[in-house]
């Protein structure tokens, strides 16, 4: 059951009858994009933090920024509760995702694999406190939209695999520094245990579907779209950007692809993926 302040406004727009033919088709278009800004709202928020702070938050301010961007990143967290813009489940997924990617971050910022240029006291090692909440943001938009639009699967995998591929996919993100990298083999896992898999989703009246493999290309695809912002506003760098920003490139799309793939099997180990049926609920 939908328990945030969304339920209401998600019931009053899909009980509107616009005109049938292109206006009905135009209105489910919309109403498709206002739902996946909803469930974008967290991650919406970070970057426009990060975009902001860059631009006009002052030099040389007391607080230093990636320390006001952690404090602001809590505030936002605490109000999405407190407004109850956000149910209690998905702030649960939102703290493992924070912790799994603060692992991640403690890791390769020790092997060069990016760099937080500037200066704050929040912070663990090399890596401000803020930066989990970047991967959270993908952890709370999973979360969201697999309630928002009522997410079920066909010929999805058994559970035990999917998790396992995940388990193997994280400790490659590791131990490629050391042992040959078999992310192509990963890839091609994935490809042969979700080929057939479909996600099957209503925005409005009817259900439809596509491709499972094709949907976290597109999220990943997004997810490189706001790496560039936020290597632009300078909340991290990677090496290439040193002399002066540049965008990031498109290799990186892979990475994202697996870590989204990562981020869906976390989120499914609290939703459990079911068969598409007739009801809402």
């Known amino acids: ?16 009858e616009p005109r049938a033919g292109w206006r009905s088709w135009l209105y489910e278009f919309l109403l498709f994009g206002f739902k996946q800004g909803w469930a974008c709202l967290y991650g919406g928020l970070m970057l426009a933090l990060l975009l902001g702070t860059h631009l006009f938050y002052p030099p040389d301010a007391a607080l230093a920024r990636y320390d006001f961007l952690t404090l602001s990143a809590l505030a936002i967290q605490a109000a999405m509760l ?17 912790i799994t990617g603060t692992v991640m971050e403690l890791f390769k910022t020790a092997h060069g694999s990016w760099l937080y240029p500037e200066l704050s006291l929040l912070r663990i090692g090399e890596v401000p406190l803020f930066s989990g909440f970047m991967y959270a943001a993908v952890g709370s938009y999973i979360a969201r939209i697999w309630r928002i ?9 058994n559970a035990l695999i999917a998790i396992a591929l995940a388990f193997a996919i994280y400790v490659n993100f590791f131990a490629h520094h050391w042992l040959p990298d078999v992310r192509l083999v990963l890839f091609a896992l994935l490809f042969f245990f979700f080929l057939k898999t479909r996600v099957h989703f209503t925005v409005w009246r ?8 094709f949907g976290w290309f ?14 632009f506003a300078r909340a991290w760098s990677y090496p290439e950007q040193r002399q002066g920003w540049q965008m990031v490139s498109t290799s990186k799309l892979g990475a994202w692809y697996l870590l989204m793939y990562i981020s869906f099997v976390l989120v499914a180990a609290v939703h459990k993926p079911q068969r598409p049926n007739d009801h809402r609920i």
């Open 206 to 213: 009817e259900q439809r579907w596509m491709p499972l493999l």
């Open 218 to 231: 597109l999220v990943a695809g997004f997810i490189w779209f706001a790496e560039n912002i936020g290597t």
């Open 149 to 157: 639009f009522e997410m079920r699967f066909t010929a999805y995998p």
């Open 1 to 16: 059951m939908d328990a945030t302040r969304f339920a209401s406004v998600r019931k009053r727009l899909e009980a509107f």
């Open 82 to 98: 407190l407004f109850r813009l956000e149910t209690l489940e998905e702030a649960k997924v939102i703290l493992v995702f924070h």
